[in-house]
């Protein structure tokens, strides 16, 4: 009998013929490390620690001043660093709002139902220009701020004066026949996302206003959903008019959607609604696409270019992240249900209190994993290496194991074991007696408190000729 190595670690990957593909990583995010004693790891995605109490639905995070602001409901507030909530003002409306600061020190904040708002660590004031649009989007860039407009309109307001436009300021995206529905300024670009289209513009320095669109740049796919659009140092991304997921950078984009997200995003009653947010925990960038319609949400690890899953609850239900912003030395998230402000902790093991529950579903396994394909596998032992760390607080934690010899379609009855002893940097878990397969998948749930760390996993096992 032999000792192999076990397809533990993965990322989710349901392919529309599941005997090809059925894999899920929920409340995971696929580590490299190439340096490292394992390549890759299955590390937990961090808890959301208590920061500031809330008032209503999100709307929306901002930063002015190196202060947090946010809209929840139909108000302002000035969130300090130490989560004290003050009330601004009124801001109308239900839909999402985008809040950017500009150069002459103003929050300016559009909702898609009436002209933009701005704030001067003052005064809040709603704009009346007759040439303001009633924008879903804004954007700054070199002393203007940018507002996508009427039809295929593009608004840049008057320098350093965010809520006046002048008409002849006011410019036509004419590369296709199409709504003008975001503006986004990336790497001294703005983008102009339309239904059809995605055209840059660059700062020409002559005419009114003096941008001009980069010739035979035009890309031939639009956006669908306009809180999509999220951007860090190396790429902006969005969720295409095609229902695909793209990275952009300088003039071009391409898709990263794998047939996972791909057969999950055409499932949804609508994907029109979906927000994403980019982050960087642990040197590394993530971007987080959420659909409230489809109940679901996905996690881009940029590092290891794997998708993976994130969710609420023990019913797999839309993560809680409604935006975010590091400020105050610390990542914070707004909650999309009430407002509360929480920070990503890699040391927190709960959802503001609540269970979160991680479940990785392998890869389905077969003797070609182990080297010979087409025999028949003999398991009598199945072993995993997790780092349960410090956060363990009694000995009663235990990980659940399932196995399915039918794709899933049915499963076997539940194997606990226990995960060590409080304070135990390294486990090892072992489950024996696990019988014959030519084809096997394996489900570990783990519902405690600790950091699920998975490093790696071992089988005992024969392999004959069936």
């Known amino acids: 009998m032999a000792t192999l190595p076990f397809p533990l670690v993965g990322a989710t990957h349901v392919n529309r013929s599941v005997p090809v593909s059925n894999q899920l990583a929920l409340n995971f995010y696929v580590e490299t490390d190439p340096g490292g004693k394992e390549p890759v790891s299955q590390k937990p995605f961090p808890g959301l620690k208590p920061f500031s109490t809330g008032d209503g639905f999100d709307r929306g995070l901002?930063?002015?001043n190196n202060t947090l602001y946010k809209v929840s409901n139909t108000k302002l507030f000035k969130v300090s660093d130490i989560g004290v909530q003050t009330l601004i003002g009124t801001i109308e409306g239900e839909l999402?709002?985008?809040?950017?600061?500009?150069?002459?020190?103003?929050?300016?904040?559009?909702?898609?139902?009436?002209?933009?708002?701005?704030?001067d660590g003052t005064t809040l004031t709603k704009g009346t220009d007759a040439d303001l649009p009633s924008a879903?989007?804004?954007?700054?860039?070199?002393?203007?701020?940018?507002y996508d407009g009427i039809g295929g309109d593009v608004a840049f307001s008057d320098l350093d004066d965010p809520l006046s436009v002048n008409s002849a300021n006011v410019i036509i995206a004419e590369a296709k026949p199409d709504n003008t529905l975001a503006v986004f300024a990336y790497k001294q670009q703005v983008y102009v996302f339309g239904e059809k289209s995605i055209q840059p513009l660059y700062n020409s320095g002559t005419g009114n206003p003096p941008y001009d669109f980069v010739l035979n740049a035009t890309q031939e796919n639009g956006l669908i959903a306009i809180h999509s659009i999220s951007k860090n140092e190396n790429f902006a991304y969005y969720l295409g008019s095609n229902k695909k997921v793209y990275q952009l950078t300088g003039l071009a984009s391409r898709p990263i959607s794998d047939p996972s997200i791909g057969q999950a995003i055409s499932k949804y009653s609508r994907v029109d609604d979906a927000f994403g947010v980019c982050f960087t925990l642990d040197d590394q960038n993530f971007y987080l696409l959420s659909f409230p319609s489809g109940n679901e949400t996905w996690l881009f690890n940029e590092r290891s270019v794997t998708w993976?899953?994130?969710?609420?609850?023990?019913?797999?239900?839309?993560?809680?992240?409604?935006?975010?912003r590091f400020i105050y030395g610390k990542h914070l998230v707004s909650d999309r249900r009430n407002g509360n402000i929480y920070e990503l902790d890699f040391e927190t093991y709960t959802d503001n209190g609540d269970i979160i529950q991680?479940?990785?579903?392998?890869?389905?396994?077969?003797?070609?994993?182990?080297?010979?394909?087409?025999?028949?596998?003999?398991?009598e032992r199945l072993e995993i290496e997790i780092q349960p760390g410090t956060s363990l607080v009694t000995a009663e934690s235990f990980m659940i194991m399932e196995f399915s010899?039918?794709?899933?379609?049915?499963?076997?009855?539940?194997?606990?074991?226990?995960?060590?002893?409080?304070?135990?940097?390294?486990?090892?878990?072992?489950?024996f007696g696990l019988g014959s397969f030519y084809d096997r998948m394996f489900r570990f749930t783990m519902s405690d408190s600790i950091n699920w760390t998975l490093i790696s996993a071992h089988a005992d096992v024969e392999l004959e000729i069936g």
Request: charge should be negative; charged fraction near 20%.
């Open 358 to 379: 991680h479940v990785r579903k392998t890869v389905s396994v077969d003797a070609g994993v182990f080297g010979k394909p087409g025999f028949m596998v003999f398991m």
């Open 62 to 64: 901002g930063e002015l």
């Open 308 to 324: 993976t899953n994130l969710a609420f609850g023990t019913n797999g239900d839309q993560h809680l992240i409604s935006d975010y």
């Open 405 to 431: 010899d039918d794709n899933g379609e049915s499963w076997s009855s539940e194997m606990w074991a226990p995960v060590g002893l409080q304070g135990e940097f390294l486990h090892k878990i072992q489950w």
């Open 136 to 146: 879903a989007t804004v954007t700054y860039i070199n002393r203007r701020v940018v």
């Open 96 to 119: 999402r709002c985008v809040l950017d600061e500009d150069e002459a020190g103003n929050l300016v904040i559009t909702n898609n139902q009436t002209t933009p708002y701005a704030y």
